[in-house]
């Protein structure tokens, strides 16, 4: 591994394509009809293309789990010489194009700014593939350790079983996670016609920190402390008292959400109900 290769989050395929389909779900929560996202993901990432081929290898390198280390090792040398055969000058110019298209179409700070996951597999794995003559042995080290560990997902073993749930969670496949996105939004459509501004909100801090537990739980315990008071401002104005007692236990209720040292899905779901109990509340 050369001393010089450094990590570029701009030019990671892997890292690319993961922005690109959380992008394909941001947009279809703000209903955006001129979003390109999926576009260029089709344009960009198909089997004819040089992105789409290297994207595969680092798949391969992100997903599959083997038991045995030297399973692991033959996987990344067969990937490696899988690399060799891309067309490098053609891969160069298709990812300069999409790096073109995606400033083009959105603003590449807030583009770039989520977290990733597998973000240190994916710096490998973009690593092993930009090697140069001069190889650094510790670097290449460390950086098919990563990877191998990630292969045979030792660095699990040491974790507790909660942390092991939200870490499977991540390596779902993106295309399933999409779907449980999209199934949510339509669920809530079908129920409420459609979503307000603060549920569309919570969706998107769902999607862009779904690696990032602790900054979804920050967000989840401010947005809970507004919905209380809210509630709360309501009650002097409901004069039923059926509709008052259900108000109450709803308020009372409302600390349940910023329980628990992982933010999971019924949180979010909950917080969305909250939401549309304000909205209703609001329109009475």
Request: hydrophobic share 35%.
């Amino acid at each position: 591994m050369s001393s010089n290769t450094k990590h570029s989050k701009i030019r990671n395929t892997g890292i690319l394509f993961e922005l690109l389909t959380r992008q394909i779900t941001v947009d279809v929560l703000n209903n955006d009809e001129k979003a390109q996202a999926a576009k260029i993901l089709k344009e960009f990432f198909n089997k004819n293309t040089q992105l789409g081929k290297e994207y595969e290898l680092y798949r391969v390198l992100t997903t599959e789990n083997y038991k045995s280390e030297s399973k692991a090792n033959h996987l990344v040398e067969a990937v490696i010489s899988a690399r060799k055969k891309l067309n490098n000058s053609q891969l160069k110019r298709e990812k300069y194009n999409l790096i073109k298209e995606i400033k083009k179409n959105y603003n590449v700070s807030d583009f770039f700014m989520a977290r990733i996951p597998n973000y240190k597999v994916n710096a490998s794995i973009f690593k092993l593939f930009s090697a140069k003559e001069e190889i650094n042995p510790q670097s290449e080290t460390e950086v098919r350790f990563t990877i191998i560990e990630n292969i045979t997902r030792k660095n699990l073993s040491t974790k507790k079983k909660e942390n092991v749930m939200v870490e499977g969670y991540k390596k779902q496949e993106k295309d399933l996670r999409l779907l449980a996105y999209s199934i949510l939004v339509e669920k809530f459509n079908k129920k409420y016609s459609t979503l307000g501004k603060s549920q569309r909100k919570l969706l998107k801090e769902y999607i862009n920190n779904i690696s990032n537990t602790n900054s979804l739980k920050e967000f989840i315990e401010t947005e809970t402390i507004k919905v209380k008071k809210e509630l709360q401002s309501h009650l002097p104005k409901v004069s039923d008292k059926v509709t008052k007692i259900k108000l109450n236990e709803a308020v009372n209720q409302a600390d349940t959400l910023m329980k628990g040292r992982i933010v999971e899905d019924k949180q979010v779901v909950t917080l969305m109900r909250y939401y549309q109990l304000v909205r209703e509340l609001e329109n009475v």
